[in-house]
């Protein structure tokens, strides 16, 4: 059985990404690799984070040298990063392959989690195969919109040829979709890992709040959002009082949300923009509803896995989503879904929710035993440790 297990990614703990001047990260992303670790390690796994620490370079020609640093526990190494153009790039194809070689040396079995196919994972893949590591992608959505000889589509291409033929352990897959975008066998669908939470929304209280977080953009609903709250606030029926918005994150969309919450009229928004995991917790914490509105006519409806539907549920609130990738599948009649994506289907079911606490109150408990059954550590940590130690294909 694999007793130690490296991941090669890009996760980011606020610290140091605040440190770094890094702002083209994926907070969902690092969230869930520092999971996928701890389940790990609550399984009698060694994990070790190996993160590129890194972003988009600013060209400041400031250096930051590798260090070591423990995230709710886990030992992570940041790799150096270089804020200089080219030179970072090539910094971050070479910084791995020491960690790759010590791994090796360890002596016990050892296995290498690369998350999703990247032309930066390279150098490390071939290397670890070369000695004969175990190697397993974390492939967490597909290559789309990468068509013709443009720099990103070679590169989609390259790195979905060498992965598929360099990888020793198969492919941990975000959705079920995925299992038709690569060669690689066995497979495993990894949903994320959540632990319930014991406290409850007050859906007795007078206002219901509504969660949409994550990255602000068209490709993620934005603007239906964006359309309803509008078309609620020209309309101005009284129910709309008792709904408020809290938008948490960044993206193209954000501007235009903090400009509605600046105005008046119901109903409110709190506009948060980008916040720390402690703060995005608390805020989580203090909502009813989640919402996970991704088109389901998008490059990515089918490719991908919303994680935060798991994250919500287990929180408790009320999962509004559109029906993409297996979102119903891990949540069965524990949420409600957005059949049309239209701002007036939006609306209703905004309205039902308000209108139905109860009702709502129960689909929430529903979808957060949903997860409990298919997400919690319990269930997650032994079937991930055993995948990644090759003992079940």
Not at 65 to 74: N, T
Not at 207 to 231: K, M, N, P, Y
Request: proline share 5%; hydrophobic share 45%; with cysteine.
């Amino acid at each position: 059985m694999t007793n130690k297990v490296f991941v090669l990614c890009n996760a980011l703990d606020d610290a140091t990404r605040l440190r770094r001047r890094i702002t083209t990260d994926s907070p969902a992303a690092s969230r869930k690799v520092f999971q996928l670790a701890q389940v790990l390690r609550r399984s009698g796994v060694r994990v070790v984070v190996l993160s590129y620490g890194r972003g988009r370079q600013d060209g400041s020609g400031d250096y930051f040298s590798a260090e070591v640093r423990r995230v709710d526990g886990i030992p992570t190494i940041y790799m150096p990063l270089f804020h200089w153009p080219v030179l970072s790039e090539l910094l971050s194809l070479i910084a791995p392959l020491p960690h790759v070689i010590r791994a090796f040396r360890a002596g016990a079995p050892a296995t290498v989690v690369f998350y999703n196919r990247s032309v930066v994972h390279i150098p490390g893949l071939l290397l670890a195969r070369l000695l004969k590591l175990r190697t397993v992608v974390d492939l967490e959505d597909g290559e789309v919109g990468h068509a013709g000889w443009s720099i990103a589509g070679v590169a989609s291409r390259i790195s979905r040829w060498v992965f598929d033929r360099a990888c020793s352990g198969g492919a941990l897959l975000a959705c079920s979709a995925l299992a038709g975008m690569t060669e690689l066998r066995p497979t495993m669908c990894y949903y994320g890992t959540v632990d319930v939470a014991e406290r409850q929304p007050d859906w007795g209280s007078p206002i219901v709040s509504v969660l949409f977080g994550g990255t602000i953009g068209a490709d993620t609903g934005a603007r239906l959002l964006l359309d309803a709250v509008r078309r609620m606030r020209e309309t101005g029926l009284p129910w709309y009082g008792r709904l408020q918005f809290v938008v948490t994150g960044h993206g193209d969309c954000a501007e235009q949300f903090r400009a509605l919450a600046s105005e008046s009229g119901l109903p409110r928004i709190d506009f948060r923009g980008r916040t720390t995991d402690t703060e995005y917790a608390a805020i989580v914490r203090q909502c009813h509803v989640g919402l996970a509105l991704k088109p389901a006519t998008g490059l990515l409806a089918n490719t991908t896995f919303p994680s935060k539907v798991v994250e919500l549920a287990g929180a408790g609130l009320l999962v509004v989503s559109t029906s993409i990738s297996d979102v119903e599948l891990v949540l069965g009649r524990g949420a409600v879904y957005l059949r049309e994506e239209r701002v007036p289907a939006l609306i209703q079911v905004f309205e039902q929710i308000v209108a139905k606490r109860s009702w709502a109150q129960s689909v929430a408990a529903a979808g957060q035993r949903a997860v409990a059954e298919r997400c919690s550590p319990a269930v997650t940590g032994p079937l991930l440790a055993d995948f990644l130690a090759g003992s079940k294909a």
